[in-house]
């Protein structure tokens, strides 16, 4: 008997890895939280991008609502209104470049822009109060008092804490100082100071360090989510892959259970033509299944090769012709498009001539063959056009050569 069942390599094949499933596991996070990228990184930028256009809304609103009509009301009774007047526009010059950098993404200066930048601030600070004059110390003229600490939260953003802790215990010293050179040294101006410099920086410092907070939190919680996702996507895939590779465990196993247990019970005869021809089409069917599992660029070609192979191992002279690239189409089709090819095959002698054309949205296999009288010759059924899954099959003989095609259109 020239068939061998053994060339379909079952004893080295692992179908057990027929079905794999790769998904992508999260990718670590950065060491800077703001370099990261990913989906929990865009979250925690989205939810500082917000706390920004918060901090810059409330220093400028408040620099000019607030600020600049309470320096023009009280014009004539500053010490040096303007000192006042030119130090409220050095802030918001100093602040809008610093709103500018935060409101279009750019990262927050470097230290030594971030240094310039605090210590210019310092210094307007310190001319205001002391061109305040004592009448105006504890005024909304001296705008430098409310309005100063939010300037420092646009222009440290995304700096450490410490930084604003350390602006705003110089603001405090700067007020206290302005105090003492007015004589403002009374018991109710202490008390007073104390209440300003508390009022005048809790809120800042809570948005500063409430934002950084809020951001973290997002992005972890975006990450922890991410992760999940990710872990669920693998299980389904994994769940996927097992029921995959049992229905393909159960295929290979019928295309040469019934053929192998009437062997070895005696009861099918190796001579017999018709069970020579039974064992092709199982070895054949076997190392299409198998082929199916391959990582391949066009698995379609490479199943039909694969049969193909088993044939000429079986002395078969086959001429395999393959024109355009087919588009890639689901393991049922390929099945269907390839079966009835496999069949032909196993019945075929003196030669054969296997041709593939195809094209974006149609794809036709076919085999010419001499037409014989073996134990295959009697014509297989034929499945109508516009079927599932959209496989025509046709067969014709003439006498002296059988032609098999199957075709697939797209929808």
Do not use: K
């Amino acid at each position: 008997m020239s068939t061998d069942l053994g060339t379909t390599d079952l004893g080295t094949t692992d179908l057990g890895a027929t079905a794999s499933a790769h998904v992508p596991r999260p990718a670590q996070r950065a060491a800077d939280p703001a370099a990261a990228d990913g989906p929990a990184a865009d979250v925690g930028r989205a939810s500082d991008r917000g706390a920004r256009i918060a901090a810059v809304a409330i220093a400028l609103v408040w620099h000019l609502a607030i600020g600049l009509p309470a320096v023009l009301g009280a014009w004539s009774t500053l010490a040096a209104p303007t000192v006042v007047a030119a130090g409220w526009l050095a802030a918001c010059a100093l602040g809008g470049y610093a709103a500018h950098r935060l409101l279009h993404g750019v990262p927050p200066p470097a230290l030594p822009l971030a240094l310039p930048l605090a210590a210019a601030l310092l210094t307007v600070d310190a001319a205001v109060f002391a061109a305040a004059g004592r009448e105006q110390l504890f005024a909304a003229a001296n705008w430098a008092w409310t309005g100063l600490a939010w300037f420092f939260v646009v222009v440290l953003w995304g700096r450490p804490i410490r930084w604003m802790i350390v602006l705003l215990a110089g603001h405090a010293a700067l007020a206290l100082a302005a105090l003492v050179g007015d004589g403002a040294t009374a018991p109710a101006d202490l008390t007073r100071f104390t209440m300003y410099v508390y009022g005048t920086s809790s809120l800042p410092v809570a948005v500063f360090t409430g934002a950084a907070v809020i951001a973290t939190l997002a992005r972890e919680r975006a990450a922890t989510a991410t992760a999940t996702l990710a872990v669920r996507a693998e299980r389904d895939a994994a769940e996927r892959a097992w029921a995959d590779r049992r229905a393909r465990l159960a295929l290979v196993g019928g295309a040469a259970e019934q053929v192998l247990a009437e062997l070895a019970d005696g009861r099918a005869d190796p001579g017999d033509p018709f069970v020579q021809r039974r064992c092709v089409l199982a070895a054949t069917r076997l190392r299409r299944l198998i082929a199916e599992s391959d990582d391949v660029p066009d698995p379609l070609l490479h199943e039909l090769r694969a049969a193909a192979d088993l044939a000429e191992r079986n002395g078969l002279p086959i001429e395999l012709i393959a024109i355009g690239t087919p588009p890639p189409l689901p393991v049922e089709v390929r099945r269907r498009l390839a079966d009835p090819l496999a069949a032909a095959l196993a019945d075929a002698t003196g030669w054969a001539r296997l041709t593939v054309v195809a094209g974006p949205d149609e794809v036709a296999v076919s085999l010419v063959t001499p037409d014989g009288q073996g134990p295959g010759a009697a014509d297989p059924p034929t499945a109508r056009a516009g079927d599932d899954n959209q496989v025509e099959h046709v067969h014709e003989r003439d006498g002296e050569i059988r032609w098999t095609q199957t075709r697939w259109r797209r929808p």
